[in-house]
């Protein structure tokens, strides 16, 4: 697909394109719905992008790190509840390389299931020895494909360093995501086509694309926030246009749209969910938009059995 074509999508709706999109995904990946857990382990970063209510200069947030038992005690219960992946995901520069490698080994070899990195960038001897602790996949959005935009929200940082980590990450190994923000301020219709490309480019493993939410802590505090329509409409296109990606239905879209919100993106072509397993305390630090919704197993399991799609979940016992 080139960009026209791409710009001749996001010109419909997102019910006009969800039954491509939702043909597409069914014949390359079928009607099995990937659900990961997420274990937002520490709130602490190092990072000012503009956008979030996790960047250092935000003082009005308790910042928290989970222990390894903690963490690990997450991670088995969203195992024992029958998730595929579980994903670790902190602000940047949190985690101490060889602390959170004993995190992973000990879910990879106790509970048998892959893990999923989302720490931010890092050295290539973090992501190295990592990687021999038993990380398979490493998620790091670009979060847009428009340069100049990129590093107005990224005060010192670069869209280039941000490609070559993930370029990196897939050198070592890793399967990689990537993905983007919709309704940033600033960001056009044109720029979201590029961010596709971008996906399309890099064959990348996994994309996360949901809308942009204001945080009252940040300098992006009186823009509005991303419409879930819109962010609906993208989904649809980035599933006809990258039929193999894996691609989430994000916690941004079901806060957009509370009610709906993961139900219509597996109906646009969406293939995972990523429901929580941070403790709740913990959770309501992890402020990196206002209102975020909390998307439990059940909600989850709620959308997948609503969408008319496949989980291997478990069900709950009957009383
Ligand atoms: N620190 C790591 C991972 C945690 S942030 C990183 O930045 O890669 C995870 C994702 O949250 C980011 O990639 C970004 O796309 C998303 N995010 C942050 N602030 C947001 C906001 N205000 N609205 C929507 N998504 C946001
Ligand atoms: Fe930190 Fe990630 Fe938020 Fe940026 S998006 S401030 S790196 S947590």
Redesign the pocket.
């Known amino acids: 697909m080139d960009k026209p074509d791409i710009l001749a999508l996001l010109a419909k709706t997102w019910q006009e394109l969800a039954p491509m999109a939702l043909a597409t995904l069914l014949k390359s990946k079928g009607a099995y719905v990937n659900v990961r857990g997420l274990i937002e382990f520490s709130n602490i ?1 190092q ?1 000012n ?1 503009l ?4 960047r250092k200069q935000n003082k009005k947030i308790n910042r928290y790190c989970l222990t390894q038992d903690e963490i690990f005690k997450a991670a088995r219960d969203a195992a024992s509840l029958g998730v595929d992946t579980i994903v670790l ?4 520069g949190a985690a101490d390389a060889a602390w959170l490698a004993e995190v992973v080994s000990a879910i990879v070899a106790d509970l048998k299931l892959p893990v999923t990195l ?4 890092r050295s290539r001897a973090d992501y190295e020895l990592w990687r021999k602790a038993g990380a398979s996949r490493y ?3 670009h ?1 847009t494909a428009d340069p100049k935009l990129y590093a107005r929200l990224h005060p010192g940082h670069s869209l280039k360093e941000r490609i070559d980590a993930l370029l990196l990450l897939r050198e070592l190994g890793y399967e990689i995501g990537s ?3 919709i309704g940033l301020p600033w960001q056009s219709l044109s720029s979201l086509a590029d961010d596709i490309l971008l996906l399309a480019n890099l064959k990348i493993d996994m994309a ?1 694309a ?6 009252a802590q ?1 300098p ?1 505090a009186a823009f509005p ?2 419409r879930a329509g819109l962010a609906l409409r993208v989904l649809a296109t980035m599933r006809i246009a990258l039929p193999w990606a894996n691609l989430p239905a994000t916690t ?1 879209l079901a806060t957009a749209d509370p009610i709906s919100g993961q139900k219509n993106g597996l109906l646009a072509g969406a293939n995972v969910l990523m429901p929580t397993f941070t403790p709740p305390k913990q959770a309501a630090s992890y402020t ?2 206002d209102h975020k919704n909390r998307v439990s197993l059940d909600n989850a399991a709620q959308a997948i059995a609503a969408a008319g799609r496949t989980h291997k979940l478990n069900q709950p016992e009957q009383v």
Not at 210 to 215: D, M, R
């Open positions: 970063c990072r992008c956008y979030c209510g996790l995901q902190s602000g940047e989302s720490v931010g960038e998620l790091i959005k979060e993905g983007f923000m996360g949901g809308p942009f939410i204001a945080q940040t992006l926030s991303g941004a990196i938009y």
